[in-house]
RNA sequence: GGCGCUUUAGCUCAGUUGGUUAGAGCAACGGAAUCAUAAUCCGUGUGUCCGGGGUUCGAGUCCCUGAAGCGCCA
């Protein structure tokens, strides 16, 4: 069975779990299921980040230890996730022993590859940002003064990205040499376009490659919630050596030399970690000599109302109050529908409400509604024999057909929204044919082979339809599905393989009365 | 400051290697129909394709230049 390996990153615990969270991990589960109902074998991980100087303060200022304050967190995540029915296969910790061992043995790998040397750093160091920065960088950004003057942030001693404080730290560090695999790294971009996406993203990378890799400072000897430096361990190896291993600890590194599901077939992370993961990891697996992911996909940032979300704005979406107020299904069809994935874009009540009400209720819900209200009300809800096809039927066909096809392409590019347009596409068509049949008239007309014909067609475009949309809505499409085919349906008993096909129901099928699916927002 | 991207209908955007009357969805307006969650279907756009210059028989599509917005890096 072919292997489909998907992951979000790890989510670090010193945030709760919010909107983006919710978006990266609603569409690593989307490719998840998609790739279960193609028949694959699938791996689907996420998990959280545990370790690094902001926690262990964090947990120090309440008096706690790391490990309970990111148990705390790691609680709200795992509980958050099946609500969202997020399907993930397994949920890895950072603080875990399986995690720890495979994040050293990635060092001693790097180290018997001879990419590390030991060394002693200086530089300017953001906690919050865990970001370090040097001097130039520093002097050339413009940071306000608590004076309201302009000034730059060597003097004002900010971090150019969050404006809180940085600190100066020299300390003897281990070094990763990321600049011996500069050439490498373009050499493999250049000669993958589809490693990177979206090719904005790509381009960016490249030239940041191109314009000179430093190495690396990977170990820190100032604080100690992290993974020890094997044979070192006043060394803690630096968070993201740490993180970014998590996607092959969890699949078993270093028990299985060769692990299963690796490479990944896709990353998918947020814009702002996307030159660890399209930069370092690379470098890093170059050197321990493993296969490079298929693919790393950065997706954009969501506002909310046309406001940037943020803590001291206090307008950051609480899942809870969202999943209070909207279906699972109805924020996971929204979220990928609504905008480009790899874009930026606007979380706002009035464009879900629209969305849901033309798309969900107005196009897919009603026809639904319509065709099984006929079917029952003209057929007693018994699914007749095809008669003689038309040009009308076969147009139909080819097309719900197609649309299969062309989801297909669109989902190996995480094109979700374009996925869902195609299929919108389809259920227009659906309205259309019942137009074009008006099958009220064929019903007094008593022209009953025409009449099971076309409601055949119908029923049998819905269920396709539903099909497509299983991976988006499970619980909405699973409902849908059981009045089509009347019975108890799940993820676990469908498979395009076998639903797949055109004319899978069978003359004399027994439909269930409609039940609206998407009532309409007010 | 360097590199790159974007600018097309009221809104959000498609527009392949330059080629006949520039498209979609939503919104708006008009009509049809009544199976349906008053949902659906049909019809309706004289858009300076950001401005200016150029290449070409021909440019939204290529080149130069200006403006605005954005991203990455320094």
Redesign the pocket.
Known sequence: MQSYYVTTPIYYVNDEPHLGHMYTTIAADVLARYQRLSGKDVFFLTGVDEHGQKVQQAAEKRGIAPIELADQVVERYQSLWPELEISNDDFIRTSSPRHKAGVQAMWRRLENAGTIYKGFYEDWYCVPCEAYW?E??LK???CLASDGLETNCLESKLC?DCKRAVEKIQEESYFFRLSAFQDRLIEHIKANPDFIAP???R???L??IE??L?DLSISRTTFSWGVPVPGDEKHVIYVWIDALTNYLSALGFPDSDQPAHWPADVHLIG??I??FHAVYWPAMLMAAELPLPKRIYAHGWWTVEGEKMSKSRGNALRPAELLAQYDADVLRYFLLR???FG???DFSFSALK??Y???????????????L??LN??RDGLLGAVAEENEIDRALIADAQAMQREVADYMDKQSFHLVL?RI??V??????Y???N????L??QGDDARLDTVLYHLIEMLRLVALQLLPFMPEKMAAMLEQIMNRSVTVENCSFATDGGWGVLAAGHQCRK?E?????MD
Not at 427 to 432: A, F, I
Not at 516 to 520: D, M, S, T, V, Y
Request: glycine share 6%; aromatic share 6%.
């Open positions: 040097t130039t960088q050339d950004a413009d150019p090719a904005s993203r381009n960016e990378v030239s940041f314009s000179g430093r814009k702002d996307l030159r609504e905008v480009p874009q930026d874009g629209q969305r009400n033309s798309e969900l209720a107005n196009d897919v819900g009603n026809l639904l509604n319509r065709s209200a006929m009300k003209y347009e919108n596409a259920v227009r068509h659906g309205n259309r019942v137009e074009d008006a099958p009220w008239v019903a007094k409609p609206p699916l998407f009532p309409r």
